[in-house]
């Protein structure tokens, strides 16, 4: 565990010393142009804008390009991230709350949002301007409970978001308020912790509070601060906090929105937010992520592999790690890791692996020597380990993810490879070759090696 709670400045100032931070020219337009050049740069590196659009605050963007990033923000090796999550999951960390926070140095209590705030326009068909990396913060009316969640806001007026939210917690505390004509006060966090960002995504019963999930994650409990004008508390290193109420039997137009699954989510009558009041730092940096984006993915993938790893795992100590591909919008392709499962297992495996989240769609079981978090290793495991007539299990008719396409109304048809060794095979005849040396990650440095040094050969 690092010294200190790494909060999104920390990681901002460590992507910089490490050369994966651009700096974009001041005034790229917020329209498009702003996410054009994050996609870009995506695999490489983290970019800041300065004053976009002429907007006097900075967009970050891109703070997640890869697993290896997100290994580094838990401090574990990448091997280790869905384990660490997953026991997070289970032994929460509560917070700590403190009385101060430069988030609430400056104060709106009349907010005009596209004033203060710079809201890009990602996606090619989007319907405007959006808020995607705000931490909805909500307490349970019932058991003063928080939850924290993100969810697409699409700018509605100046003081209002008409807000995408899905049939789960807050949803349940929204109708427990509505049942009693009440609004369901909120809180949005802008540029809290990129922990805090992981940790929303938890796959956590009801009352389980993800801001605890946030401080199990590196060991380190979260400060929070309460809002100004409701109850809630907050991540207390934000940027920006956004208070306001979700209106009870309100609903307002919202999308289209291009998604994780590289397609539009649709536009409807969703729920929408009033903001009484805006705070933020003196010099506050606004933090978006671009829809369909590799940080989006990733995002949500993390919590998945967990949810995932911890479930496989309670069953077959066989099962080593697992990975949803990239390919796969870090939802929809899994690769699970076996070590000699028994005769049998792998389909038994393979089965459960199909069944463990609904939006996973296809499965591939590999052996120890397959490195799940490169597709071309997966592939290879397929090319020469699997044989379609044997090695396919096929479940009818399952329910799966509504953001793909093929689904029919969320149900299709799930299929689960089987690319092991089969038990009892030769094994010289699947050994995979090696150069001795070939994996030891310092060795061109040991040798001294530098491509500077190198003459020139020039054939007259
Ligand atoms: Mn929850």
């Not at 913060?137 to 899905?166: E, F, K, M, W, Y």
Request: glycine fraction near 6%; include cysteine.
């Amino acid at each position: 565990m690092g010294a200190e709670l790494l909060t999104m400045r920390r990681w901002i100032d460590k992507l910089r010393v490490t050369g994966r931070l651009a700096v974009a020219r001041p005034g790229v337009s917020l329209a498009f142009e702003l996410a054009a050049i994050t996609k870009q740069m995506q695999r490489r590196s983290a970019v800041l804008f300065p004053s976009p659009g002429g907007h006097s605050v900075p967009v970050v963007a891109g703070l997640l390009a890869s697993q290896e990033w997100v290994a580094e923000i838990l401090d574990v090796p990448v091997e280790r991230v869905a384990n660490t999550y997953a026991a997070a999951v289970k032994a929460p960390l509560p917070w700590r709350e403190v009385t101060s926070s430069t988030a609430q140095s400056v104060v709106h209590r009349a907010p005009d949002l596209p004033k203060i705030l710079p809201l890009p326009i990602h996606n090619e068909l989007d319907s405007g301007p959006y808020l995607t990396a705000g931490l909805l913060i909500a307490r349970n009316p019932d058991t003063g409970i928080q939850n924290v969640s993100i969810h697409r806001c699409q700018l509605a007026s100046r003081n209002t978001l008409s807000v995408c939210i899905l049939p789960k917690h807050v949803n349940a505390f929204y109708e427990a308020a509505q049942a009693q004509g009440r609004d369901l006060p909120v809180s949005l966090c802008i540029g809290a912790s990129p922990l805090a960002l992981l940790a929303s995504q938890a796959d956590a019963p009801i009352d389980h509070d993800e801001l605890e999930i946030a401080g199990a994650l590196t060991g380190h409990a979260l400060p929070v601060v309460r809002c100004l004008a409701n109850e809630i508390v907050v991540p207390a290193d934000s940027e920006f906090i956004l208070e306001g109420r979700l209106l009870p039997h309100i609903r307002s137009s919202e999308g289209p929105f291009g998604e994780f699954s590289q397609y539009y989510g649709e536009k409807g009558e969703r729920h929408l937010i009033e903001i009484d009041l805006v705070s933020h730092k003196p010099q506050p940096i606004f933090h978006t992520i671009l829809g369909g984006g590799l940080e989006h993915l990733l995002l949500g993938g993390t919590a998945r592999e967990a949810r995932i790893i911890q479930a496989l795992r309670e069953r077959y100590s066989s099962v080593t790690d697992v990975a949803l591909s990239i390919g796969g919008s870090c939802r929809f392709h899994l690769a699970v890791k076996v070590n000699r499962p028994q005769p049998g297992e792998a389909r038994q495996i393979l089965a459960d692996a199909l069944r463990v989240h609904p939006d996973v769609k296809h499965v591939v079981l590999v052996d120890n020597d397959v490195d799940i978090r490169q597709s071309e290793d997966v592939e290879w495991a397929l090319a020469t380990r699997f044989q379609a007539d044997r090695d396919v299990i096929v479940l009818r008719d399952a329910a799966m993810s509504q953001f793909d396409p093929s689904s029919e109304n969320g149900r299709g048809t799930k299929v689960g490879l089987d690319a092991t060794i089969p038990p009892g095979a030769d094994p010289m005849r699947f050994r995979r070759i090696a150069v001795p040396g070939q994996s030891i990650p310092d060795l061109i440095s040991k040798a001294g090696f530098q491509t500077e040094d190198a003459p020139s050969y020039e054939f007259s």
